[in-house]
């Protein structure tokens, strides 16, 4: 039988144990794998992030900042409230949309920065932000809807799109709007087909924060058109030189209607791995999103919750754990930002929160894929190139990371634009 039969004939397992006792490794029908696996992209800063460790690893003396987490323990208050947890026996199956003390702590953290009345229903606990973000997609958007994405986005967005059956619709806010979509740029975009608008503020992988004004402008043409806003929000609280962080949901009891918020406990409180997110919605929608998590995943690990719970609850040690981690991120965001304006042929802008910079590289003569693996492969530092925020012609750098590693990290790609440029002028 042909390579080309087999391939288009299903194949059954036979009956008994197979003789080496393991499956087989090849394809058992003529399409192994889904539209969905086959149309969805793996992570490309999970993966640079991943390299970068292997070169560690290897006795590599590599400068990361491609990780998009912060590199500070959790606080121990928070740690103690899980082990604690643990000790009473708090290892069972929570309720699907979160224990009620931290849905009743969200829901008042609410009320006490925004203004925003919302109900322990409306709140749902997930495993990680990132699962926050697609129960929501997925709770509103349906095979065919259009979404608008502007960019640079966060490199998951169009991905939960697609796997929602949706249709992700990009923007291109750059440097020349302070990486902000205008309200002109979203009136455009919009067709029949629009669904839903996601946002992002602080951002992720600019530090762009939008103010109030800009964002009230912006609402007020989503509402209009009658588009949903998933508002990500898990950066809130590293802010920067001022900047001030409002929910688009507080606005009105119109946005109130038609505004998800996603946060979660990953940055502000330095707990990547808990995989704890958070979504704030209208009571259908919560609805909707804990229905589909119950046919997922169940509940957010349970003695989880509770560490969660502490760093909302016993808030004095945490804000002085995050007024710590926020000093040390300001000293490294300004002396990046400050060092990637020296080197010649790069330019910056400040960020006002998250961790990261995103300066423009394009006139150095290399696409931002090709400049990274270059970078890493001859500097060996990790950075992440634009292109995978659907943003060519840019870099995305973490500053959370340490300071002398931001320092060499710097002196090694002067020395390597250096090259670049006197590389452009040859070539004139």
């Given at each position: 039988m042909s390579n080309q039969s087999i391939s288009n004939q299903p194949t059954s397992l036979p009956d008994g144990p197979l003789s080496d006792g393991h499956f087989p490794s090849g394809p058992l029908s003529s399409g192994p794998l889904s539209t969905w696996a086959l149309n969805v992209a793996p992570s490309p800063t999970l993966a640079i992030d991943a390299r970068a460790k292997a070169l560690l690893a290897a006795g590599?003396?590599?400068?990361?900042?491609?990780?998009?987490?912060?590199?500070f323990d959790t606080p121990g208050h928070i740690k103690e409230a899980a082990a604690a947890a643990l000790r009473a026996g708090r290892t069972k199956y929570?309720?699907?949309?979160?224990?009620?003390?931290?849905?009743?702590?969200?829901?008042?953290?609410?009320?006490?920065?925004?203004?925003?009345?919302?109900?322990?229903?409306?709140?749902?606990?997930?495993?990680?932000?990132k699962f926050s973000c697609y129960l929501s997609i997925l709770a509103v958007c349906s095979p065919g809807d259009e979404v608008i994405i502007p960019a640079p986005y966060?490199?998951?967005?169009?991905?939960?799109?697609?796997?929602?059956?949706?249709?992700?619709?990009?923007?291109?806010?750059?440097?020349?709007?302070?990486?902000?979509?205008?309200?002109?740029?979203?009136?455009?975009?919009?067709?029949?087909?629009?669904?839903?608008?996601?946002?992002?503020?602080?951002?992720?992988?600019?530090?762009a924060v939008y103010a109030r004004a800009e964002l009230e402008a912006i609402v007020e043409v989503a509402l209009r058109r009658g588009l949903f806003i998933l508002s990500d929000e898990i950066y809130e609280h590293l802010l920067y030189d001022g900047?001030?962080?409002v929910s688009p949901a507080a606005f009105s009891r119109e946005?109130?209607?038609?505004v998800i918020i996603v946060s979660g406990f990953s940055k502000t409180y330095s707990m990547t791995g808990w995989r704890l997110g958070t979504t704030v919605a209208p009571a259908p929608i919560a609805k909707a999103v804990a229905g589909l998590q119950s046919q997922t995943t169940s509940n957010a690990t349970t003695f989880a919750q509770y560490g969660a719970l502490a760093a909302l609850k016993e808030k004095e040690k945490t804000r002085a754990a995050l007024d710590a981690m926020l000093a040390a991120f300001d000293r490294r965001r300004r002396f990046l930002h400050a060092g990637l304006n020296k080197i010649d042929g790069v330019r910056c802008l400040p960020a006002q929160g998250a961790f990261?910079?995103?300066?423009?590289?394009?006139?150095?003569?290399?696409?931002?894929?090709?400049?990274?693996?270059?970078?890493?492969?001859?500097?060996?530092?990790?950075?992440?190139?634009?292109?995978?925020?659907?943003?060519?012609?840019?870099?995305?750098?973490?500053?959370?990371?340490?300071?002398?590693?931001?320092?060499?990290?710097?002196?090694?790609?002067?020395?390597?634009c250096a090259g670049l440029k006197r590389g452009v002028a040859s070539s004139e």
């Open positions: 590599e003396d590599v400068c990361g900042f491609a990780a998009g987490e912060p590199d929570a309720p699907t949309p979160g224990i009620l003390p931290l849905r009743e702590a969200i829901a008042e953290d609410c009320a006490s920065r925004f203004g925003l009345r919302v109900a322990p229903s409306q709140v749902v606990v997930s495993p990680g932000g966060w490199v998951s967005y169009p991905e939960m799109v697609k796997l929602a059956g949706a249709v992700p619709r990009f923007v291109l806010a750059g440097d020349d709007t302070g990486f902000r979509l205008t309200p002109a740029q979203l009136e455009a975009a919009i067709t029949p087909r629009t669904r839903l608008l996601i946002l992002n503020s602080p951002s992720n992988p600019t530090g900047a001030r962080h946005a109130a209607a038609r990261y910079l995103f300066p423009n590289i394009s006139s150095l003569g290399l696409g931002s894929a090709e400049f990274c693996e270059r970078l890493l492969d001859q500097c060996k530092v990790a950075a992440v190139p634009g292109s995978a925020f659907g943003a060519e012609g840019y870099l995305r750098l973490s500053y959370a990371t340490g300071d002398e590693i931001i320092k060499k990290g710097l002196e090694r790609l002067a020395a390597f």
